[in-house]
Nanobody, 124 residues
Framework: QVQMVESGGGLVRAGGSLRLSCAAS????????MGWFRQAAGTEREFVAS????????DYADSVKGRFTISRDNAKNTVYLQMNSLKPEDTAVYYC?????????????????WGQGTQVTVSS
């Protein structure tokens, strides 16, 4: 059973930074791409960033390009999301997910295991 546990969320002022972590169980972490999605209250879940299984090809939503950085440490079975220059519109529950394939994807149906989410709140 694969489990994903996010951490690092919290309350931050606009312009501040947070780093989210997602620890995954299972011996095959490095085989799959990983992604971050977010869901604000009353909206649908949306893609934030994705990273391939190795080499580190990355993909970002236009709304976070240049501000967020996704990375992974396969030795620690962990994926990170460094969020800088945060804006109030970044407020959401952030979810990490394991891809079904080795390569990046912005589609939620390309991910099979999801964490329970961590709340990020950005005050103005």
């Amino acid at each position: 059973q694969v489990q994903m546990v996010e951490s690092g969320g919290g309350l931050v002022r606009a312009g501040g930074s947070l780093r989210l972590s997602c620890a995954a169980s299972g011996p095959t972490f490095s085989t799959y791409a990983m992604g971050w999605f977010r869901q604000a209250a009353g909206t649908e879940r949306e893609f934030v960033a994705s990273i391939s299984r190795s080499v580190g090809y990355t993909d970002y939503a236009d709304s976070v390009k240049g501000r967020f950085t996704i990375s992974r440490d396969n030795a620690k079975n962990t994926v990170y999301l460094q969020m800088n220059s945060l804006k109030p519109e970044d407020t959401a529950v952030y979810y990490c997910a394991r891809g079904r394939r080795p390569y990046t994807s912005s589609y939620s149906h390309d991910y099979d295991y999801w964490g329970q989410g961590t709340q990020v709140t950005v005050s103005s």
